[in-house]
């Protein structure tokens, strides 16, 4: 075959073409992703409507009894002889609970009883002397001294017995108070008397009771809640390791505001229950309120300096800034409480990257559906 010289005229106007060829090749390449980079962004957006937002104030604190009793002794020192009574027991006003020792405190007992007998017995004879000298006064067979002498001795015999008396009463008094009893009806929440162990006068309660076994919560309320909430609303009560709740209601809020938490102090009515146990911690919840309020993405919602803010699509499909304020937030996004009325359409997600005024495409439900499978979370407009 025969071969073409480079020099030859055909190459020559081969070149010039190939040259052409090449340029609108590499400028077509360039045009594409210009083409490209002039299409808007495309965004994915939601038109909340409103929702119904239960307001509720939440709070934390302890389980106590609702009025508690120190149980200790209130006579002499002694030993513990017995415990009859556990924690957790419910028990009587007057039940004993424990015993001290009367080993000393008896045979005190005993001789002031045989005190006493011997009194009344002296003084039934005097008095029966006494009464034999009134009888023969109008004989003159004793003189007249000699029957007030017998009048005295019968009334100075009386008065020992009333003394004897008085001090039986007191040991035996005494003795009573060895038994601790309750003084009223409860549950007993702590008990530190053991057998043997020493019970001494303002010393360390030996028991304390529960009145009637009644149960509340004790809690802090932030300030700016305190005026929602009113005495009688229903409440629940989450105690941890529980899963249902308690119901009760709110018996009780404080009066004064704690100057360095800004906190203030809610008591909650509780039914008795095993599983509420004083000193276990709790969470409180009093519903206050039903309002309607649109709810966002936490996605959607943006802040700076200026504040929180969302992104609107107007008509002409650019985005403008809209402030907003939050009211809280629950598990479905963030409740806005003013700022959108929930008709608007508003950025979901990435909002971060477009700029006020700027141009976007607004996604079909079904485009929105493919990009967000197709791309990782954050990244679709």
């Given amino acids: 075959m025969p071969t073409r010289s480079p020099n030859s005229p055909a190459a020559c106007l081969a070149r010039p073409l190939l ?42 604190g302890t389980i106590n009894a609702r009025d508690e ?71 003159g067979a004793l003189s007249k001294e000699e029957i007030e002498s017998r009048r005295g001795a019968a009334a100075n015999a009386e008065a020992r017995v009333k003394v004897a008396a008085a001090q039986l009463a007191e040991v035996q008094a005494r003795r009573g108070r060895t038994e601790i009893r309750a003084p009223m009806d409860g549950m007993v929440l702590t008990r530190t008397a053991e057998v043997g162990q020493t019970a001494t006068v303002g010393g360390d309660p030996l028991f304390r009771l529960s009145r009637g076994g009644e149960i509340e919560m004790r809690g802090r309320v932030a300030e700016q809640d305190l005026a929602a909430l009113e005495v009688g609303q229903p409440a629940k009560v989450y105690v941890t390791g529980v899963a249902e709740p308690f119901i009760g ?47 966002l993405p936490q996605t959607a919602v943006l802040s700076d300096a200026k504040g929180n803010y969302v992104l609107r699509v ?48 607004v996604a079909e439900p079904a485009q929105t559906a493919v990009a967000e499978r197709a791309a990782p979370s954050g990244e679709a407009r």
């Fill in 19 to 60: 040259l052409m060829l090449a340029v609108a090749a590499l400028g077509a390449c360039s045009a594409k992703p210009e083409q490209q980079a002039t299409l808007p962004p495309l965004v994915s957006v939601i038109s909340p409507g409103l929702s119904d937002v239960t307001n509720v104030v939440t709070f934390t």
């Fill in 69 to 139: 009793m120190p149980i200790t002794i209130e006579g002499d020192s002694g030993r513990i002889s017995a415990v009859l009574v556990d924690i957790g027991d419910r028990v009587k006003k007057g039940q004993v609970l424990a015993r001290l020792s009367t080993s000393v405190i008896d045979p005190q007992v005993n001789s002031l009883r045989a005190s006493l007998e011997e009194a009344r017995t002296s003084a039934e004879l005097a008095a029966a002397e006494y009464r034999r000298a009134e009888a023969v006064a109008a004989s």
């Fill in 249 to 295: 209601k709110v018996r009780l809020l404080g009066a004064v505001i704690d100057p360095d938490t800004r906190l203030g102090s809610i008591r909650i009515e509780l039914p008795s229950h095993r599983q509420l146990r004083p000193g276990a911690f709790a969470r409180g919840e009093v519903v206050v309120g039903l309002e309607r309020h649109p709810v």
């Fill in 314 to 361: 107007d008509s002409d499909n650019s985005v403008s800034r809209q402030a907003v304020k939050v009211a809280g937030t629950r598990n479905t996004g963030v409740i806005i409480e003013s700022g959108v009325n929930g008709n608007e359409r508003i950025v979901a997600t990435a909002g971060a990257f477009l700029q006020p005024g700027e141009k976007v495409r």
